[in-house]
């Protein structure tokens, strides 16, 4: 039987603190046995002993540093800044973070605290604590073969190539790579039809006068597309349909709440906002969940989904092998035909499964309703991305690849929008050996980050930063990647864009994200025009965020972050249906 989380977690903990002090106290009770000159009154000895851990850990944390300056020096190297901690975030922190015996040293890279970027949770537990110069970035690189952050998230996670390091993930990424190709990406039949089915709802809603959660749209979309290139089968989200405004609520049908897929997205979004609240709490998570893992019964409801998916891709697998001749001509479709081909593990399967679905559904409905966040902030943007469009597609007719290649201010926009509003806004590593970073100024001395150092670099301020992307770089232009700028910022300096991360575990779906995101809004600007922001329904940014400039005193809505940034209460807009005889 498995042990409720808290007390395991008790139990792993409990010796820790309590050796230390039985054995200062058993030293002291020894030490007054054999020496009657030595007193030392009860009271004294057991406090003593409750402080022993706490002494010894402060200690540690000093003497690491000691070392770790030492082993910096001996490189000819200055240690990578930390953060500041007083011994009582010292005790705190150690007493309870079992994960390391050594004293990681949180370092919070390339924040400037000048451009005052969006509130995130991780964020607002550290501190900006220094400027460190644009070559520093490689480290992102390095970091690359440092751990991920992820152990919070193996319940709803499990081992897969989103969530696994070293050998093992090697492994999952040897295994999915191949799916990634060209060929299958690029087939768009899944977007077509979940395109129409979505346009429908949106000229539904529209015509009965209501604004309408794009958000919400735009999930379903990801969702239902994600789903069947993954697994071969939709959720079918698209057809529960969206929510009316909060407050028209009650025209919400019983359909709406009641669908089918409602209990996987439901189990879904609660498995990413546990696993976000559990990353925060680190190993402590077991506490706030002491009596039953969270995570693991919606687990269970998203198994359920993929369970019989999984059944059909293994016998049809099976039947394949047994007749030779369609074996032959049978070429897989769906990322769980292309796994079942390696193995049959039915755990590995799923796993493998969820991981993909975490990586790719919340990060591309991120890009696309920012997207249409920037399209209501800047109509002169939408005129050019629609006569880009009609240029190469044209009015009607759904965009092929070779089209989209040649779209070249559509990317742009994407990418302007993925660099003000990246879906993954901070990204963390852990070091899994000693790295040196190259020097801050030139001729300056290496930097020089430990063994066992938790290295968080938040993207969304990277990309935000007036040193590295001019002094516009908090305006929303797209031409930035089209004009003199590229030359100017981006070619010498590549790392300073890295909506997708770099390196050896650069973002694997990272094509399929753009193309289906192009589909979407080539569709949309065929389709639709003059899209403003309902603000009767959106959620206000917070009312302190006007005084505090940068970005932050231009949001409208209000972005915020779990694992992934999205829009807080919804994107609710309103759009015109498209004419080809306004053109
Ligand atoms: C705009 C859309 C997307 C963005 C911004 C994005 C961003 C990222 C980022 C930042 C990472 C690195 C995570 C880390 O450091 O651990 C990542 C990893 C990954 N992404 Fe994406 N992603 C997007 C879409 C997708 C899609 C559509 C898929 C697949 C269908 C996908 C599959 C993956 C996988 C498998 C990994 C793990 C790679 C590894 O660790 O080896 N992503 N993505």
Redesign the pocket.
């Known amino acids: 039987m498995e042990l409720p989380p808290g007390i395991t977690y008790l139990l792993e903990v409990f010796p820790r603190f309590a050796i230390p002090s039985i054995i200062a106290y058993l030293s002291l009770y020894l030490l007054e046995k054999r020496e009657p000159s030595f007193s030392i009154p009860s009271w004294a000895a057991i406090i003593l002993a409750i402080f022993t851990r706490p002494i010894i850990l402060i200690f540690n944390h000093y003497h690491s540093i000691w070392v770790n300056k030492r082993a910096a020096a001996a490189n000819n190297a200055v240690l990578a800044p930390s953060l500041p901690k007083s011994p009582l975030t010292i005790v705190s922190e150690f007493a309870w973070n079992s994960r390391h015996g050594h004293p990681g040293v949180a370092i919070l890279l390339l924040f400037t605290p000048y451009q005052p970027a969006i509130c995130l949770i991780l964020l607002t537990k550290v501190l900006a604590i220094s400027h460190i110069p644009p070559q520093a970035i490689n480290i992102k690189l390095k970091m690359?073969e440092g751990s991920?952050?992820?152990s919070q998230a193996h319940s709803l996670l499990g081992e897969?190539?989103?969530n696994?390091d070293g050998e093992m993930?090697k492994f999952?990424?040897a295994m999915?790579?191949p799916f990634?190709t060209r060929e299958r990406i690029t087939d768009f039949d899944i977007y077509d039809r979940n395109w129409n089915i979505s346009l429908q709802i949106a000229k539904d809603r529209l015509s009965e006068g209501f604004s309408l959660d794009i958000q919400d749209l735009i999930s379903r979309f990801?969702l239902d597309s994600?789903t069947e290139?993954?697994f071969g089968g939709a959720v079918g989200s698209l057809s529960a349909g969206i929510p009316y405004p909060p407050a028209h609520k009650e025209r919400n049908s019983s359909l709406f709440y009641n669908h089918p897929s409602t209990s996987f997205v439901k189990a879904f979004t609660e498995g990413l906002w546990l696993v976000a609240e559990r990353s925060n709490l680190g190993k402590e998570w077991s506490l706030w969940e002491f009596n039953r893992d969270k995570i693991t019964p919606l687990r269970r409801i998203i198994d359920d989904f993929t369970e019989p998916l999984l059944r059909k891709a293994l016998d049809t697998h099976a039947n394949d092998m047994n007749s030779e001749a369609s074996l032959k001509h049978k070429d897989e479709v769906t990322?769980l035909e292309h796994l079942v081909k390696h193995t049959r593990d039915t755990k590995f399967l799923k796993d493998e499964l969820v991981?993909?679905?975490v990586?790719?559904?919340d990060?591309?409905m991120?890009?696309l309703t920012y997207a249409i966040y920037m399209l209501a902030e800047h109509p002169g943007i939408e005129k050019r991305l629609r006569e880009e469009i009609f240029a190469k597609v044209g009015p009607t007719e759904a965009p092929k690849y070779e089209q989209m290649r040649e779209m070249r201010y559509v990317k742009a926009f994407l990418n302007e929008v993925?660099r003000l509003y990246?879906?993954?806004p901070s990204?963390?590593?852990i070091t899994t050996k000693p790295v040196l970073l190259p020097a801050v100024h030139p001729g300056g001395k290496p930097i020089y980050v430990p063994k066992d150092t938790s290295c968080i670099y938040p993207?969304i301020n990277i990309h935000r930063r007036t040193d590295l992307w001019g002094p516009d770089a908090l305006e929303f232009d797209p031409d930035r990647f089209l004009d003199e700028r590229v030359q100017k910022y981006l070619v010498p300096n590549p790392f300073i864009f890295?909506?997708?991360?770099a390196g050896?575990?650069?973002?694997?779906?990272?094509q399929?994200?753009?193309n289906?995101?192009t589909f979407y809004l080539v569709r949309l600007l065929q389709n639709f025009t003059e899209f403003t922001l309902d603000n009767s329904v959106n959620v206000p940014p917070p009312e302190e965020w006007k005084s505090e400039g940068g970005r932050k005193a231009k949001e409208k809505v209000h972005p915020t972050s779990h694992l992934?940034l999205f829009v807080k209460g919804g994107l609710w807009i309103r759009m015109k249906e498209f004419s080809t005889s306004e053109i």
């Open positions: 690359a991920v952050f992820f897969g190539v989103f696994s993930w999952h990424r999915t790579r990634f990801t994600a290139f993954l990322l991981n993909l679905l990586a790719g559904r990060t591309t991120c890009l993925l990246p879906p993954v990204n963390g590593r993207v890295c909506p997708f991360n050896p575990r650069i973002c694997l779906g990272q399929f994200a753009y289906e995101a992934t």
